[in-house]
Each structure stands twice: as structure tokens, then as C-alpha cells.
T-cell receptor, first 116, second 113 residues
Framework: DTGVSQDPRHKITKRGQNVTFRCDPI?????LYWYRQTLGQGPEFLTY????????KSRLLSDRFSAERPKGSFSTLEIQRTEQGDSAMYLC??????????????FGPGTRLTVL | QQQVKQSPQSLIVQKGGIPIINCAYE??????FPWYQQFPGKGPALLIA?????SEKKEGRFTISFNKSAKQFSLHIMDSQPGDSATYFC????????????FGKGTMLLVSP
């Protein structure tokens, strides 16, 4: 399978704990995006990387959230001191800047976070 | 501020019917409009996308109609099948999609056999 992969698929944690999610984009894709989706809503942008550089962060990304893409390949999203309001599906998407007239983003299956 | 408004929230059609989902946007800088299909427990999958230089695009049973002056676009699903039952999201982006996507709230479609 050469699509976007995310790990874990499900995470249950207690309020106050730290959690980390991983995203592996489609091979050779330059851009990697993180979105958050709550029940009954569309995905909302959190942050994105071009190669290893984090180019934009949403106001939704509080200082408890941090994302990295150290070698321009996989990315991690960490949430510190989780709160019940962090419960959501965290989606990763990737896209290529090469040879395309416009930017198609391909999504992974998501990580479902439940904060008790 | 909701930049992309999607309707209806839910839709039920019979097999073979043509569900129509509508979206309206506010930001005239948007120039790329994709539709995504999402099944429960899965990530969104890109269905079809359009740019404002054309008024219609067809791919298989899926058609996007685009009205630039009204800042509206819609998805039509021809000959709908029970397997099309899913949640559909419209989205919009600037810079030919090289910016982030702004999504609508989604439409839950049920196609009855």
C-alpha cells in the first residue's frame, strides 16, 4: 500500500497525558498537512510542512501542540497535557509539488483520539 | 467565519436517483474546489476537483457544476448506488490548491436500495 499511513489508528488517554501521532506520507510527496476533524464537521487545518520546514500553523494549534518533520519524510504531531476538547480524528494528508497543475491532497485514515 | 457553506446536511435518495449537494464560498481568492468522499472510520478520499475557468467537469458518475459569479458549486451523482452512501465534503483553496483546504461541514448521503 503506497498511500498515506497513520499510526496509531486509535488512542485513548487520560486528561493531562501527552500523546504522539505519526504520519508517513506518500513517497516523494513534498508537502505534509495535519487536519483535525470533530464529529459532524469537516476537517480543519492545523499545520503543514514543505519538506522539513513548517510553513504555516493555524490559530487552532495551541502551544500544547507541536509538529515536526525532521527529515522531510514522516511527521509527528504531539499534544501535551491533553484536554477532553482534544478528542477528535487527526488526519494527515500529503501532496506533491512536482509536475502537477494544482495541488491534490491525499489523506490518510486518521488517528482517533479519545481523552477521558 | 465559515468560508465554505455546504447544504443539505443530510440527503436520502433511492438507487438510481441524482443527489445534488451544494456549496457556496465567500473568499474570491479561492481558485481550486475539490470534493471528498468519506466513509465511517476512514480518511477523506478525493473524488473530483474543478478550477473556476470551467463551468462543469465530469468524471464517471460524478459531475461538478461551477458558477463563478454566484460563488457556488455543486456535486451531482448520476445513477446513484447504495455504495455511494457516505459523507461528502466540498472544499476550497487558494493558489491552485497550494494553500490549505477549507472544508464545508459535510453532507451525509444515504442511497436506499
Amino acid at each position: 500500500d503506497t498511500g498515506v499511513s497513520q499510526d496509531p489508528r486509535h488512542k485513548i488517554t487520560k486528561r493531562g497525558q501527552n500523546v504522539t501521532f505519526r504520519c508517513d506520507p506518500i513517497s516523494e510527496h513534498n508537502r505534509l498537512y495535519w487536519y483535525r476533524q470533530t464529529l459532524g464537521q469537516g476537517p480543519e487545518f492545523l499545520t503543514y510542512f514543505q519538506n522539513e520546514a513548517q510553513l504555516e500553523k493555524s490559530r487552532l494549534l495551541s502551544d500544547r501542540f507541536s509538529a515536526e518533520r525532521p527529515k522531510g519524510s514522516f511527521s509527528t504531531l504531539e499534544i501535551q497535557r491533553t484536554e477532553q476538547g482534544d478528542s477528535a480524528m487527526y488526519l494527515c494528508a500529503s501532496s506533491s509539488l512536482t509536475g502537477t497543475s494544482y495541488n491534490e491532497q491525499f489523506f490518510g485514515p486518521g488517528t482517533r483520539l479519545t481523552v477521558l | 467565519q465559515q468560508q465554505v457553506k455546504q447544504s443539505p446536511q443530510s440527503l436520502i435518495v433511492q438507487k438510481g436517483g441524482i443527489p445534488i449537494i451544494n456549496c457556496a464560498y465567500e473568499n474570491t481568492a479561492f481558485d481550486y474546489f475539490p470534493w471528498y468522499q468519506q466513509f465511517p472510520g476512514k480518511g477523506p478520499a478525493l473524488l473530483i476537483a474543478i478550477r473556476p475557468d470551467v463551468s462543469e467537469k465530469k468524471e464517471g458518475r460524478f459531475t461538478i457544476s461551477f458558477n463563478k459569479s454566484a460563488k457556488q458549486f455543486s456535486l451531482h451523482i448520476m445513477d446513484s448506488q447504495p455504495g455511494d452512501s457516505a459523507t461528502y465534503f466540498c472544499a476550497a483553496s487558494k493558489n491552485s490548491g497550494y494553500s490549505t483546504l477549507t472544508f464545508g461541514k459535510g453532507t451525509m448521503l444515504l442511497v436506499s436500495p
